[in-house]
């Protein structure tokens, strides 16, 4: 089996890592001067080892193995959410290195805002799958201040260079290691997670029209205060979901603005934005149906109308099985009785190379569960061991 340097993988992590460094993690917002010489590190790490390194024209970063076939594809994001974790994306990229720098025939892979910056997110594996047209880049803004994809581009260097996408039959799968961003690792004593799918993340804006007026001259009975009754849908909707979620599903409000936001004016207009998850269609469904049911019941009691709208609806992405069962006995070998099969809660690049190639997953324990937060940590045997386990699994699966 291929022996990870594992020094030199957790070194690689600890560089990288003070690049944009905050506290204890990092803030590399995607095409920010902090993310591009971080692309620009990866790239030199990449030529150390033999592989052929190049960055694209929407940021991905891609280590070519030079080796004859077959391959397999390995990697994940480097750019992270603002003041957040040093091993969210990047441990799924150095994990990634450390197989090819073990002697495998893995091309590594750093795609571009999986964290979501701009507005439609996942920029990178989607446009090396063929999946990002021209005019989404056109549409898209920073999430932060509003610049324009296509600006940032030009102010990281990137505008003009050709975007890649993946050479057909190249690769027998990818593999991408990940921190579990949760607590069932931890609560459970186990040192490592086999993903068995990826869950679809469904995403809505609810706007709320009402009438903007004076708070002290206006009657209660008068009112149509839409920012009350973005509190009671919202109520509403907590108390119904249960009834049609399954075990793992999650649903969010992730922002609720009212205008004019001043304390003494009734607000005339509340805006939503709410996300659902989880890995069944069928699922999703019903708790579409619950959603848009509980809008129809509040346009029916409420005086203020809510609008539903959706922004986007990915597709759950199942973990290959021999993939799986690679991983399985690799974990089971490295850590007898320490391992467990479950799903993930977080959407991921895999979930859009899993629509050309098969895909697998691979977890290490949350200390806390803490992610997207400067306090993202695991320890460092765990990453080792799972590095290690990923690496046996790889080999597993090119010669199954």
């Known amino acids: 089996m291929p022996q990870i340097d594992a020094d030199r993988f957790l070194r690689d992590l600890k560089e990288l890592r003070r690049i944009g460094a905050y506290k204890t993690g990092v803030h590399r917002p995607t095409y920010s001067p902090q993310d591009m010489e ?20 929407i940021g991905n970063v891609y280590g070519r193995h030079r080796s004859p076939g077959p391959h397999l594809l390995a990697g994940s994001h480097i750019e992270s959410q603002n003041q957040a974790g040093w091993l969210d994306g990047a441990l799924g990229v ?21 964290e979501g910056h ?9 446009s090396i799958i063929g999946a990002l047209p021209e005019e989404e880049i056109d549409r898209s803004r ?11 581009l030009a102010a990281a260097g990137l505008a003009g260079k050709p975007r890649m996408q993946l050479e057909p039959g190249r690769h027998k799968g990818f593999f991408e290691m990940h921190i579990e961003q949760g607590t069932q690792l931890e609560r459970a004593g ?41 509190v009671r849908l919202l109520s509403m909707i907590d108390r119904e979901m249960p009834k049609a979620c399954g075990a793992r599903s999650t649903w969010t409000t992730g922002r609720i603005s009212v205008e004019p936001g001043a304390p003494s004016i009734i607000p005339g207009r509340a805006d939503i934005l709410f996300q659902f ?5 069928a699922t999703l469904d019903r708790m579409e149906a619950c959603l848009r049911a509980c809008v129809q019941e509040s346009n029916c009691r409420e005086r203020c109308e809510a609008m539903l709208t959706n922004i ?43 629509r050309v190639m098969p895909v697998s997953m691979l977890f290490t324990p949350s200390i806390g569960g803490i992610s997207h937060h400067w306090a993202e940590d695991t320890k460092e045997e765990d990453l080792a061991l799972c590095c290690q386990i990923l690496a046996d699994a790889a080999e597993t699966y090119l010669k199954g």
């Open 38 to 57: 971080s692309r620009r590190w990866l790239m030199e790490r990449m030529a150390e080892i033999g592989l052929e390194p190049s960055i694209d024209g």
């Open 94 to 114: 150095m994990a990634a290195l450390a197989l090819a720098r073990a002697g495998l025939p893995v091309d590594v892979a750093a795609f571009a805002d999986e």
């Open 118 to 126: 701009f507005e439609g997110g996942f920029l990178g594996s989607k």
């Open 142 to 152: 920073s999430r932060n201040d509003g610049t324009p994809l296509r600006e940032a």
């Open 190 to 230: 186990r040192r490592a997670g086999v993903v068995t799918g990826i869950v679809a993340i469904w995403q809505w804006r609810i706007t709320i029209e009402g009438m903007q007026d004076h708070a002290g001259g206006t009657t209660m009975a008068e009112r149509r205060d839409a920012g009350l009754t973005a």
């Open 277 to 281: 998850r989880d890995i069944d269609v």
């Open 312 to 354: 986007s609806k990915s597709l759950p992405a199942p973990c290959d099985t021999a993939m799986m069962a690679a991983l399985d006995s690799a974990a089971e070998r490295h850590a007898p009785g320490l391992w467990q099969r479950m799903p993930s809660g977080a959407g991921h690049d895999a979930q859009y190379i899993a």
